[in-house]
């Protein structure tokens, strides 16, 4: 732990306050996952200026990715490094790859789904303490308690095996050094191993009795506010990730319109597949949450009747509707690249209604579904996926990454396909016979429309 959150401090210190000013994104944002872009031919090109014609909100991504995998024990700053390259080259040693430095599409693609899984794992989100406004990424799975009084917040596990406290004071003219003197002290018998003092935040690291610390502070005025991270040993493996998360998502003192949790969207766009003549339509899941009501474009209102947690579906159904051409689930699995089909989000995409087809590769991440690179835009999320055959693959699902790191750029989705068979199977556990004989997917298609609060 010593010399990840050494390498942590380093790199956090040569960015200066920026670890501490800037907002982390907000939650629900997954960043793009897109081929990196050479500038130079590839034979003369170096891992480090292909990482430096990547936008910065795709550096941000790749290191946080990487990090969450155990590969990279660097602040997340989107800041090129050979410790950053470094990582690239052992993530594709240990996965059979060839070390090159610089990941293709495939590979990228596979990088991102299963630090997403990781994520979804402990149940990372980024949080507001109510009592200070601090903003924290928090893995909810592991900690599954809060309690909040005037002075902070704390949540942990049932146990106490893990535990995170935000705690605020008012202290007469403060400093990171005179702080870091006194969290050094209190409680009493901490082995501190690691220290961190710069000008606007200080961190320390070590053992507090059976447990592994971590703690990271800082002031503005006469208003304190510390993070600390409490585990047990043998939880090392598990958290030793997230707390790097933790230490670059931490902003103490946001500001503007990014210090309170993102709203869903009032007016959310998706794609549906339209299964059955009776009309049964499949999509995202996460597109039909919290909806006040949900509209079929051209066909009106429709029910929500089941989900499938797992792989993130939802099964709707319009009543009345006449017309409706169900596409033929019938297919097996695509090896290597996809057409993805669907009708783009109008609020992004000038207004057409209409389905269009974009290319995407796949990449396997295991339990039948694969990602898609590059993703399709906004509004895709629910459509078909076809392969070379002209047959059903899949459903495409635009996920949301959360990167632990300074807001710079504004993030994008990445895209995942569940598998044909994950569809046939969900369907079938509701009752549905999908018979359709269309193969044509954009005739297949609808525009689902969910409004909210």
């Known amino acids: 732990m010593r010399s990840m959150l050494a390498a942590t401090l380093m790199l956090a210190a040569a960015t200066g306050a920026n670890a501490q000013t800037t907002a982390p994104l907000l939650p629900g944002f997954k960043p793009k996952v897109v081929q990196t872009v050479p500038i130079r031919p590839p034979a003369l090109q170096t891992p480090s200026e292909t990482a430096d014609a990547m936008a910065q909100a795709e550096r941000l991504s790749l290191q946080s990715d990487l990090a969450w995998v155990g590969e990279y024990n660097g602040a997340i700053t989107g800041d090129i490094s050979a410790r950053m390259v470094d990582a690239i080259r052992e993530y594709q040693k240990n996965k059979g790859g060839k070390p090159t430095g610089v990941l293709n599409p495939q590979e990228r693609a596979a990088l991102a789904e299963t630090a997403r899984r990781k994520q979804d794992n402990v149940g990372w989100k980024i949080v507001m303490e109510p009592t200070s406004g601090a903003r924290l990424g928090i893995p909810s799975k592991l900690v599954l308690q809060q309690a909040t009084d005037a002075n902070g917040s704390k949540w942990a596990s049932p146990t106490g095996t893990v535990q995170v406290l935000l705690s605020r004071r008012k202290e007469a003219s403060p400093t990171t050094a005179k702080l870091a003197e006194q969290e050094k002290k209190e409680p009493a018998g901490r082995k501190v191993d690691y220290t961190v003092v710069k000008p606007d935040f200080f961190v320390l690291s070590g053992l507090q009795g059976l447990k592994k610390f971590y703690v990271r502070g800082t002031f503005k005025g006469d208003e304190v506010r510390i993070m600390t991270i409490l585990y047990d040993q043998a939880t090392e493996n598990t958290v030793e990730p997230v707390v790097i998360a933790m230490s670059s998502a931490f902003n103490a003192f946001p500001s503007g319109p990014q210090a309170g949790l993102a709203p869903r969207k009032t007016v959310e766009y998706g794609t549906g597949i339209v299964v059955s003549d009776d009309g049964a339509i499949i999509t995202d899941r996460f597109v039909t949450d919290g909806c006040l009501a949900i509209t079929i474009g051209g066909y009106g209102n429709?029910?929500?009747?089941?989900?499938?947690?797992?792989?993130?579906?939802?099964?709707?159904?319009?009543?009345?509707?006449?017309?409706?051409?169900?596409?033929?689930?019938?297919?097996?699995?695509?090896?290597?690249?996809?057409?993805?089909?669907?009708?783009?989000?109008?609020?992004?995409?000038?207004?057409?209604?209409?389905?269009?087809?974009?290319?995407?590769?796949?990449?396997?991440?295991?339990?039948?579904?694969?990602?898609?690179?590059?993703?399709?835009?906004?509004?895709?999320?629910?459509?078909?996926?076809?392969?070379?055959?002209?047959?059903?693959?899949?459903?495409?699902?635009?996920?949301?990454?959360?990167?632990a790191g300074p807001a710079t750029a504004v993030p994008a989705s990445q895209a995942v396909m569940v598998s044909a068979e994950a569809v046939r199977d969900f369907l079938k556990a509701n009752g549905v016979t999908a018979i359709g004989a269309a193969t044509d997917a954009k005739a297949a298609v609808v525009r689902v429309i969910c409004v909210r609060k």
């Open 302 to 403: 429709a029910d929500r009747l089941a989900e499938d947690k797992e792989h993130d579906l939802a099964l709707l159904h319009i009543y009345g509707a006449r017309g409706l051409k169900p596409l033929s689930l019938t297919g097996g699995a695509a090896k290597t690249n996809v057409d993805v089909i669907g009708i783009a989000d109008p609020q992004s995409q000038g207004g057409a209604a209409g389905a269009t087809s974009v290319k995407a590769a796949l990449a396997s991440v295991g339990s039948g579904d694969a990602a898609l690179s590059p993703p399709p835009a906004a509004g895709f999320s629910g459509g078909p996926t076809i392969d070379g055959d002209g047959k059903f693959a899949g459903v495409t699902l635009l996920k949301s990454t959360m990167v």
